[in-house]
């Protein structure tokens, strides 16, 4: 019998890819979704990048559940060996009211964790982010680590940031509470690459909009960024190396400003015209009073935090690609997918 592992937000970007690599490694899947409608989708968004094309039932099931929402959660874990818990709203722009994505990001985790106890299911890996670790004042001397926690009351805090970091800090507290469970985060950067499928997650919009030159300009911001196959691939280590359990791992290849994605893009799809000029600061933070979406960027104008993938290298044995790939890989799925404008 394969161990069977529960996927929160398998519609997800992430999730998707974390679900081949379970499934390709031999683990059955049963991936949570809001809407059941869903299902056939994602096993199609799957299928193609399976060693084995043929996809029974017993290694990729769905069930229905919402994070906001009581039902379902202990059904759905029983019988499960690992939860694996991606889901979390990630939206564009930031809502007027942060407790949209705090209250299922934070009631969320704590529901899975709950059932997760409930059902006798002690080990559990989460997908946090680095926004639960760099927002928040640069530490001395070094880049960001797995040491350091975003601040809540500083200025690029976003409530998306908040709810990364009040879920992560409560996952935590769960385990703390629980000592017979054994929890691994992983804290990805800004994670680009090939979707899977048509349902395009905020980062991959992000690289749309360079793909269609949709900004005359650029502002001058960026992210530590990487592949969304070492993510997934984090997901699996940190299933399969027990000794990671009771730690984070940053998932991060290198920085880049939103100017050299777009560089990038233009240098491997010459035949595009790509806009790569950068935005002077003013020009954003007027732009800024019309936008929401650009509002929330203003804060982290010339921001370059830097965050260390030691760990993961040291005692996951990553390698990873560079970022500049990915961000490429992005830009192709984007035309390919006729999106491009
Ligand atoms: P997606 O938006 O593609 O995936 C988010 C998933 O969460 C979807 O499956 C979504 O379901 C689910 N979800 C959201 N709200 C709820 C809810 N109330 N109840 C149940 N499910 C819900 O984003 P990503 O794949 O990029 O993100 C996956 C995880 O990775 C998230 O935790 C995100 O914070 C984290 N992350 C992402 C990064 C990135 O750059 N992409 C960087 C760092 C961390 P539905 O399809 O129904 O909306």
Known sequence: MPQTVLLTGVTGFIARH????????????????????????????????????????QRLSFVTLDLARDDGWMEALMGVDVLMHTASPFPLAQPGDEEELIRPAVDGTRRALEAARAAGVKRVIMTSSTAAITSGAAPEGRPFDERDWSDLDHPVTTPYNKSKTLAEQAAWDFVTENPEMELTVINPGFVLGTPLGDDWNTSVQVIERIVRSKDPMLPQFGFMTVDVGDVAEMHLRALERPETAGKRYLAVAEFLWYTEMAEAIAHALPERKITTRRAPNWVVRILALLDPSVRQIVPTLDRRDMASNERAMAEMEMTFRPARDAVIDTAKAVIEAGRAG
């Open 18 to 57: 974390i679900a081949v690599k379970l499934i390709n490694a031999g683990y059955a899947v049963r991936g949570t979704l809001r809407d059941p409608a869903r299902a056939e989708e994602v096993r199609d968004a799957i299928r193609p990048e399976l060693l084995k094309e043929d996809l029974p039932e």
